[in-house]
């Protein structure tokens, strides 16, 4: 069965920094666009980065020049790397993976920036 296990959320102060790392079991996902969304309290889920199976990468524009998304196919595992964060960059965050027909998805990891 396809798991998708996050960590490196947590509490940073604003400016700081956090990876969140999200691995991947049950199934290989290197042909697989990987990506994370993320959701604030009383706001709708967004995109923040995906990258695909050719590394090619999309940024939401709140994020850009901030947040790298990558992966590592030998360990089935997508990376989000958080430069410069902002209060408004609190959410959880979840990891995805885009199949045919539906998204796998993890359970969400907590990032809480403090001002």
């Known amino acids: 069965q396809v798991q998708l296990v996050e960590s490196g959320g947590g509490l940073v102060q604003a400016g700081g920094s956090l990876r969140l790392s999200c691995a991947a079991s049950?199934?290989?996902?290197?042909?697989?666009?990987m990506g994370w969304y993320r959701q604030a309290p009383g706001k709708q889920r967004e995109l923040v980065a995906d990258i695909s199976d050719g590394d090619s990468t999309n940024y939401a524009d709140s994020v850009k020049g901030r947040f790298t998304i990558s992966r590592d196919n030998r360990k089935n595992t997508v990376y989000l790397q958080m430069n410069s964060l902002k209060p408004e960059d609190t959410a959880v965050y979840y990891c995805t993976v885009v199949a045919i027909l539906f998204n796998y998805w993890g359970q969400g990891t907590q990032v809480t920036v403090s001002s």
């Open positions: 049950g199934n290989r996902f290197a042909i697989n666009t």
